[in-house]
């Protein structure tokens, strides 16, 4: 068993908050020390009570699920020898209402290109399959309802 935690840490400070308008800006410490500012989305709760700039609880579980998932498929690249020189996706949350009725992430996209060097290339049914066992073993992909979807370029 391993544990994660992470201190989330919001204050008042010196403005109203009955009316509702208070910000939501707040900021994620990790076990590491890093301190990430972030905030409801600013298609949740508009600006100025959410700041645009920060990470908010939406990215965030996309970004964890899409690296989750790149990890994972590193390891098994490396464990068949080819040589990755770059992976890169543009990942993509789509929010809408579940099976319950309730708003929800319901879809994640995840559009991964990878650049190879050498004489050792994988072929599309081989990024396949490596993308493929990457999902399978994603313990974000394992932890979530969301709808994963692949699209390799």
């Not at 919001?10 to 403005?15: D, I, K, L, T």
């Not at 990890?71 to 040589?83: D, G, I, N, T």
């Not at 399959?129 to 990457?134: Q, V």
Request: glycine share 4%; proline share 5%.
């Amino acid at each position: 068993m391993h544990q994660y935690q992470a201190e989330i840490l919001w204050q008042r400070g010196s403005q109203a908050f009955i009316d509702n308008r208070y910000s939501r800006a707040h900021q994620w410490e990790f076990d590491g020390g890093l301190i990430v500012p972030a905030s409801s989305s600013p298609l949740s709760v508009p600006v100025p009570m959410s700041e645009a700039r920060n990470v908010d609880p939406e990215e965030a579980l996309v970004a964890a699920l899409a690296s989750c998932h790149m990890l994972f498929y590193l390891s098994f690249v490396a464990k068949r020898a080819y040589v990755l020189e770059q992976y890169k996706d543009l990942a993509v949350g789509i929010m809408d209402k579940n099976a319950q009725g309730k708003q929800a992430i319901t879809r994640i996209h995840l559009r991964p290109h990878e650049s190879y060097s050498g004489d050792k290339q994988p072929s599309l049914q081989e990024r396949e399959e490596l993308h493929h066992m990457a999902h399978e073993h994603c313990y974000i992909a394992n932890s979530i309802h969301a709808e994963v979807i692949i699209e390799i370029e």
